[in-house]
């Protein structure tokens, strides 16, 4: 019995129990055997992993919320503006399918984060240069906006690809960070 528990040795990182003669964790890749130093620089780099990692689900979390703000817009606009007007035209029909388009993305943001964020950026670019070849001041008009718009969809998407990165070569962080 003595032997079997000589035979181990417990992974310092992730607890996982091994063969002695093992140099790596093959759940964590921890240097079992690595020098203090190996060790730290092991630890420094999965903390610094962890956080980029729950960055992306904060930038995530922000590009939901602005495509459901903008869905919940444009059809609070759509539905106002019925009341004012009374009469059903096609730009109800628009606003309503625009805000429907939105919070379809937003509701994607978990399942396919890459298409939630990638799909509006593509479609809203292809709305934009349609619009200013009809009318060049449409490029400047709520500029503030577009950049906002990009610059969280996009801080959303390259995170993500980055994130992913990170968790393929290394599954065993996925067990360290609760996704909330
Ligand atoms: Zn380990």
Redesign the pocket.
């Known amino acids: 019995m003595e032997q079997a528990i000589t035979d181990q040795v417990i992974?310092?990182?992730?607890?996982?129990p091994h063969r002695y003669d093992i140099e790596n964790?093959?759940?964590?890749?921890?240097p079992?055997y690595g020098t203090d130093k190996e060790q730290s620089v092991f630890i420094a780099k999965q903390i610094t992993q962890k956080a980029d990692v729950k960055d992306s689900f904060r930038k995530m979390q922000l590009s939901r919320n602005l495509l459901f703000g903008i869905g919940a817009f444009n059809i609070c606009m759509a539905l106002f503006s019925l009341i004012i007007e009374k009469s059903f035209g096609i730009e109800l029909f628009f606003g309503i399918a625009l805000g429907g388009l939105f919070i379809f993305f937003s509701l994607l943001t978990k399942k396919n984060p890459l298409f939630a964020t990638g799909g509006p950026i593509v479609l809203y670019l292809i709305y934009i240069v349609a619009l200013t070849t009809i009318d060049s001041r449409y490029l400047t008009d709520g500029v503030i906006f577009k950049i906002a718009f990009f610059m969280i969809l996009g801080y959303g998407f390259f995170s993500t690809i980055k994130a992913n990165s990170i968790l393929k070569k290394n599954p065993?962080l996925v067990s360290l960070i609760d996704k909330k």
């Open positions: 992974c310092r990182n992730c607890k996982t964790c093959t759940v964590c890749d921890f079992i065993y």
